[in-house]
């Protein structure tokens, strides 16, 4: 009995993929051609896409959904990308009951041209009933993806080690705290507004990954061993391979290989597991190390210098407020001076003014006999030079004072 080399190689290929995804026909569609007219809702009303019935047997898989969102400018609505238990592709996040599984809704929450966020249910919460469902939300990334003339690609990766999203090949949100469970469906759902949005589903792929996707593609893709007939020790094109022929059967040594290829697909899983883990860590150091980058270090120690200055300038602050009142105060010791020695020099001129004549005059009417016209002149002459001098100096304070007053301004 002879097997063909063809299919032996295929076998090897399709199996040593093991770890790699797999393509699940039965839960994809519009990967053949591309669809010339696709899924379309416009009129504002809640739509289903084509709903899978088949349950997801692996625990390890990855969703590519490609649709396109069309409409006016303050055009509305969600579209949901559901991974449940039941069915749920007839509700939008906002009218769903009960349900156990995934929810992705993308719509326009927050006024911000448009979001993604991811919602989680055990089967125990009740959705329609509660007052603000948006607060449920455990993972978000904004994405205007409304009229961008081209197909949005929204992927859902789920691990061992983590749930990850990413909408056009850039991360959207990701959790390392999630599992879900298997024996899930998958269903897509839209819900317009009152002025709709037009959502067009070009292509929903489904891939398993892990160990379990390559045994299950191998135990599709082996070929039969065919019957032994009157040639069997050889073909004509000489690629052919016998096989032993004791114990009466080519099980065994098939067996053997599927065995040891399925242990390297498991190793090769645990790799993928551990690099995941290994990429974890990474990521974590990674924030550890741009918290405490240089650009943090200096913005403490300016705080630091910031904090060591406050005081003195505290000081410096005081000190010139106490000069300052020094100085208000000489100033005003310094007025009240001028105005004592004002007062004193209007009290003795006009005690001069006053008295001075009269004194002068009883003295030479009385003690002096007789006086010569010379000597009264001369005498007349030393009084105005008297009342000279006294207007000068009075003048000169006057002029003192002025520039003093200037001066402390």
């Not at 009142?325 to 003014?353: F, I, W």
Request: glycine share 8%; proline share 4%; hydrophobic share 40%.
């Amino acid at each position: 009995m002879q097997l063909p080399l063809a299919a032996i190689l295929s076998t090897l290929c399709i199996v040593g993929t093991a770890a790699a995804d797999v393509l699940d026909d039965s839960l994809s569609f519009g990967h053949r051609s591309p669809r010339k007219n696709p899924v379309a809702y416009r009129d504002g009303s809640l739509k289903a896409f084509p709903v899978h019935q088949q349950f997801m047997q692996q625990a390890e898989w990855t969703v590519e959904f490609q649709f396109r969102a069309t409409g006016p400018e303050r055009g509305g609505g969600n579209l949901q990308l559901w991974y449940t238990k039941d069915s749920h592709s007839t509700s939008s996040i906002y009218t769903v009951g009960r349900f156990d599984g995934l929810v992705l809704v993308v719509d326009t929450y927050g006024g911000q041209g448009g979001s993604i966020r991811g919602f989680l249910n055990d089967g125990q919460t009740e959705y329609k009933d509660i007052h603000n469902v948006d607060s449920l939300v455990f993972g978000h990334c904004r994405y205007a993806y409304r009229n961008l003339g081209r197909l949005t690609k929204l992927q859902v990766k789920h691990t061992a080690t983590a749930l990850e999203v990413t909408v056009d090949e850039k991360a959207c949100f990701r959790s390392d705290k999630i599992q879900l469970p298997t024996n899930h469906r998958f269903g897509v759902s839209a819900a317009s507004a009152e002025t709709p949005d037009a959502f067009e589903a070009f292509k929903f792929l489904v891939r398993a990954s892990g160990a379990g996707a390559g045994a299950a593609a191998e135990a599709h893709a082996l070929p039969a061993v065919p019957a032994p007939g009157p040639h069997a020790g050889s073909d004509s094109s000489g690629h052919a391979a016998a096989l032993p022929s004791s114990g009466g059967s080519v099980d065994e040594p098939l067996r053997a290989l599927q065995t040891q290829l399925s242990s390297v697909a498991l190793d090769l899983s645990k790799m993928h597991a551990t690099l995941h883990e290994l990429m974890a860590t990474a990521t974590g150091r990674h924030h550890e190390l741009l918290s405490s980058s240089p650009s943090h270090s200096h913005d403490d120690t300016a705080h630091q210098v910031l904090a060591l200055l406050a005081p003195r300038l505290a000081a410096l602050e005081t000190q010139l407020h106490a000069i300052e009142r020094e100085v208000g105060d000489g100033r005003d010791a310094h007025q009240l001076h001028l105005h004592d020695l004002h007062d004193t020099l209007h009290d003795q001129h006009s005690t001069l003014m006053t008295h001075l004549p009269h004194t002068v005059l009883h003295a030479l009417t009385t003690r002096a006999p007789r006086f010569a016209p010379a000597a009264a002149a001369y005498l007349a002459l030393i009084l105005v030079l008297v009342q000279i001098a006294l207007a000068a100096a009075y003048m000169l304070y006057r002029r003192k004072r002025a520039e003093g007053a200037k001066k402390f301004l």
